[in-house]
């Protein structure tokens, strides 16, 4: 079913109102965003013509999609099975204890955000992680200890 | 029927003049592997050194050519010679490259892995008989690190879109016949015949079919189809084409995981290519066949690997399987008659058609015609992603291709989290559908994780269950309850707390957990533990009465000591250690407060990686 309302915000233009389009919707949204709030929840529930609870129950259902502001470096931590085998628990261990979060949150000054990832495809050198948009292979507790001192000290990731 | 005449022309004469360049050319591996190994800083600094020493040189940036260990990849290509690759390439390593070829005229010889092509200079090995290439059959990977995966015509040149051309003068009957005889079957891990679930699909009354690429690649540990798709995307769209015209599918989607930016992008680009040539849209090439591809970005579960999973979350729903019969095949998609297609599968069909069905099952054994592509990682030498032909034995993939293992070789994992730990005795056994499920695991999408002494076997186990526990979309109870308790008496037992009964309520579990899910995931979500309780007992055992870990992995089973005699009392680990369990004066060994220590690993790995002292810290098992 299609519906001729226009799209609630600009930046969704290329979207035509059907309700099978709700995934790339919210995609776009956090894209945008950064994440999914609830008032542009509540403006793709009333442009798309789908209830409110349904969007949280697609949206809470993939692992992508996240409700609240993300820190201002992510740092997604890859525990497939080859960075699992080579150590990767271990480098999160790390991070949970310098920054003090678990995975999915971010640290209270907003400074950094700490993700699990379940793979990357860069298996065959793992154990690997993405500090906003590098690639870090061959990761070693050591190496992100000097990673995150060379962070905590300004210098460029 | 109009021709790809024109533009083949074209993209002959621009890869010809590639390859005949006056001005040297340089090819750096730039998938998603080489941008992490650190292509992209070589490259700038390629760039930077070019045009600081004022050398003329072109730039490709190719997929990948499968050993991933020795990326970055570069390859020089001088006048009238063939290409070289190195190998392991730094920023300085790039620019002495540079020099010795561009000012000095002479053959680099550091980081020298081989040539492609013909010999032009007299005792380079070829890059084809490095041991881990020497033993592949390269025929899904065919283009992927030779050719420029933005480029058609590079796609062109070497005989794409051929295989559609043909397609499209035979009948859909003719095409579905041919793949029926190359003995093709799905690549996504069942391994159901390809051209029977083709034929119930175009047999099913529909006013409209679609074509599903099933791009989800969700399998830890696995991205055999990320670097199709990056190296040579338009052999996966071909298929798609060829696909298409044998169900009559008017619509095609590649439902692709959004943590593969790049494989997107080169998607889109591919797309957009398609439409220019007229291979895509209405009418293709002048005959009846009308087909167009839309891309649907997944948006990371798991469980829509599913086929029934994918389609609702295409729809835009939760990702939830339902019930089967009815197939998609017959009912799918919007109710439509749906087929749903691994990337591998599809990149399959346009070497089928293009060389004929017997020349692809001359690979294979009886059952299991072609090649199968894997991705070979854990502890194994050489990691990467290969191509052999399916029934070759583990041992030629993990000795010959991989190089074997540092330390002793425990066992090997296929099928990510719905296949199984296999052990030494299974390493002569040829690897195809039917062995791996005899073996208790499956063939799965191509994952191969190579285990050695120092990996626990209760610890794996775990892993993936934790995974597929927190995967399970929560439909059956079997498999979200089930799993959630199958982790937490394998918790108890990685924690010395177990008990023999346990090892009965495991195998009691799993089996319930098999019989009484929907879908793919909850029936082989219990493999990991079926196959490590079968071919492990004996560690299950080691953990549960000894109340030790023999592979010195479960933290709670696990003491890290400082050997006295081999400290020096640098004091790096004092500096190191995040709780102050590690003290003592410099020059003399130090102690460690077991009361304090975290077992984090920090102080182990900078003593290994120090020249001075070595591993004055050891990991024992033993609580």
């Known amino acids: 079913m299609k519906t001729a309302v226009v799209p609630p915000r600009p930046d969704l233009s290329g979207f035509d109102g059907d309700p099978a389009d709700l995934i790339p919707v919210l995609q776009t949204i956090q894209s945008l965003d950064g994440f999914v709030s609830e008032e542009s929840v509540r403006l793709v529930s009333r442009w798309l013509k789908v209830s409110e609870n349904e969007i949280y129950g697609v949206a809470t259902f993939f692992s992508q999609f996240r409700f609240t502001k993300p820190g201002e470096h992510v740092i997604r931590v890859c525990l497939g099975t080859a960075c699992h085998v080579k150590g990767g628990e271990q480098i999160m261990d790390v991070f949970r204890r310098r920054l003090g979060i678990e995975p999915g949150d971010a640290t209270p000054d907003g400074k950094y955000q700490l993700e699990r990832v379940a793979c990357l495809g860069c298996c065959a050198l793992a154990p690997v992680l993405v500090v906003d948009a590098r690639v870090h292979s061959q990761a070693s507790v050591l190496k992100i200890q000097n990673l995150l001192g060379r962070q905590a000290s300004g210098e460029d990731s | 029927m109009k021709t790809l005449d024109a533009p083949r022309r074209r993209a002959l004469k621009s890869w010809s003049g590639l390859q005949n360049r006056e001005d040297p050319v340089?090819?750096?591996?730039?998938?998603?592997?080489?941008?992490?190994?650190?292509?992209?800083?070589?490259?700038?600094?390629?760039?930077?050194?070019?045009?600081?020493?004022?050398?003329?040189?072109?730039?490709?940036?190719?997929?990948?050519?499968?050993?991933?260990?020795?990326?970055?990849?570069?390859?020089?290509?001088?006048?009238?010679?063939?290409?070289?690759?190195?190998?392991?390439?730094?920023?300085?390593?790039?620019?002495?490259?540079?020099?010795?070829?561009?000012?000095?005229?002479?053959?680099?010889?550091?980081?020298?892995?081989?040539?492609?092509?013909?010999?032009?200079?007299?005792?380079?090995?070829?890059?084809?008989?490095?041991?881990?290439?020497?033993?592949?059959?390269?025929?899904?990977?065919?283009?992927?690190?030779?050719?420029?995966?933005?480029?058609?015509?590079?796609?062109?040149?070497?005989?794409?879109?051929?295989?559609?051309?043909?397609?499209?003068?035979?009948?859909?009957?003719?095409?579905?016949?041919?793949?029926?005889?190359?003995?093709?079957?799905?690549?996504?891990?069942?391994?159901?015949?390809?051209?029977?679930?083709?034929?119930?699909?175009?047999?099913?009354?529909?006013?409209?079919?679609?074509?599903?690429?099933?791009?989800?690649?969700?399998?830890?540990?696995a991205f055999m189809n990320r670097s199709l798709l990056e190296g040579d995307p338009h052999a996966v769209l071909e298929g798609m084409l060829i696909a298409g015209y044998a169900i009559g599918a008017s619509h095609g989607y590649v439902y692709v995981r959004a943590e593969y930016p790049l494989a997107v992008q080169r998607l889109r680009t591919a797309i957009s290519q398609m439409?220019?040539?007229?291979?895509?849209?209405?009418?293709?090439?002048?005959?009846?066949?009308?087909?167009?591809?839309?891309?649907?970005?997944?948006?990371?579960?798991?469980?829509?690997?599913?086929?029934?999973?994918?389609?609702?979350?295409?729809?835009?729903?939760?990702?939830?399987?339902?019930?089967?019969?009815?197939?998609?095949?017959?009912?799918?998609?919007?109710?439509?008659?749906?087929?749903?297609?691994?990337?591998?599968?599809?990149?399959?069909?346009?070497?089928?058609?293009?060389?004929?069905?017997?020349?692809?099952?001359?690979?294979?054994?009886?059952?299991?015609?072609?090649?199968?592509?894997?991705?070979?990682?854990?502890?194994?030498?050489?990691?990467?992603?290969?191509?052999?032909?399916?029934?070759?034995?583990?041992?030629?993939?993990?000795?010959?291709?991989?190089?074997?293992?540092?330390?002793?070789?425990?066992?090997?994992?296929?099928?990510?989290?719905?296949?199984?730990?296999?052990?030494?005795?299974?390493?002569?056994?040829?690897?195809?559908?039917?062995?791996?499920?005899?073996?208790?695991?499956?063939?799965?999408?191509?994952?191969?994780?190579?285990?050695?002494?120092?990996?626990?076997?209760?610890?794996?186990?775990?892993?993936?269950?934790?995974?597929?526990?927190?995967e399970s979309c929560g439909k059956c109870v079997p498999c979200r309850v089930g799993t959630r308790h199958l982790v937490g008496i394998l918790e108890r037992i990685s924690q010395g707390k177990g008990q023999l009964s346990d090892l009965d309520r495991l195998e009691q579990l799993a089996k319930a957990i098999k019989g009484g899910s929907l879908c793919g995931l909850g029936q082989t979500a219990p493999n990991p533990v079926l196959t490590a309780l079968k071919y492990f007992r004996s560690e299950f055992l080691a953990h549960i009465v000894d109340r030790r870990c023999p592979a010195a992995v479960c933290r709670d089973l696990v003491v890290y000591r400082i050997r006295k005699e081999k400290c020096t009392g640098c004091q790096r680990c004092v500096q190191v250690c995040p709780t102050g369990a590690i003290t003592g004066p410099r020059s003399e060994p130090h102690n460690l407060d077991l009361e304090k220590c975290i077992k984090c690993r920090s102080c182990y790995e900078i003593c290994r990686f120090d020249a001075i002292a070595g591993d004055a810290i050891v990991i024992e098992s033993g609580a």
């Open chain 2, 26 to 221: 340089l090819y750096v591996g730039a998938a998603s592997c080489g941008l992490a190994a650190g292509a992209a800083e070589v490259t700038r600094a390629i760039e930077e050194h070019l045009a600081a020493r004022g050398f003329r040189a072109d730039i490709v940036r190719v997929g990948c050519i499968g050993p991933c260990y020795l990326e970055p990849l570069v390859d020089i290509q001088m006048p009238g010679k063939p290409r070289v690759s190195y190998s392991n390439v730094t920023p300085e390593i790039a620019c002495a490259l540079l020099d010795a070829f561009l000012e000095r005229g002479e053959v680099f010889r550091r980081h020298l892995v081989g040539h492609l092509g013909e010999d032009g200079y007299g005792g380079i090995p070829r890059f084809f008989d490095h041991p881990m290439l020497a033993r592949q059959a390269r025929v899904v990977l065919r283009n992927c690190g030779i050719i420029d995966p933005a480029s058609i015509d590079h796609y062109l040149a070497r005989d794409g879109y051929e295989a559609i051309e043909s397609a499209l003068s035979r009948s859909w009957t003719d095409v579905l016949e041919t793949v029926k005889s190359a003995g093709l079957r799905g690549r996504g891990g069942a391994g159901f015949p390809t051209w029977r679930k083709w034929l119930t699909c175009r047999e099913t009354e529909s006013d409209c079919r679609y074509l599903i690429c099933n791009a989800d690649e969700g399998d830890p540990g």
């Open chain 2, 275 to 470: 439409r220019e040539i007229g291979v895509l849209g209405e009418r293709i090439l002048g005959s009846d066949f009308s087909f167009d591809i839309r891309i649907k970005e997944g948006a990371g579960a798991f469980v829509c690997g599913e086929e029934t999973a994918l389609i609702a979350s295409i729809e835009g729903r939760r990702g939830m399987p339902r019930t089967r019969p009815p197939f998609p095949a017959s009912e799918g998609l919007w109710g439509r008659p749906t087929i749903i297609n691994n990337v591998e599968t599809l990149g399959s069909l346009p070497s089928i058609l293009r060389n004929g069905a017997e020349w692809f099952s001359q690979y294979g054994t009886e059952t299991s015609k072609g090649t199968k592509t894997f991705s070979l990682v854990g502890k194994v030498r050489r990691t990467g992603l290969i191509e052999v032909p399916l029934g070759t034995t583990l041992r030629t993939v993990i000795y010959d291709i991989g190089g074997g293992l540092v330390k002793d070789f425990k066992a090997v994992q296929s099928g990510g989290p719905s296949g199984g730990c296999l052990s030494e005795e299974f390493l002569d056994s040829p690897v195809d559908y039917e062995n791996l499920a005899a073996a208790g695991s499956i063939m799965g999408s191509g994952g191969l994780i190579v285990l050695d002494a120092n990996t626990c076997i209760i610890d794996t186990a775990k892993y993936f269950l934790n995974f597929t526990q927190a």
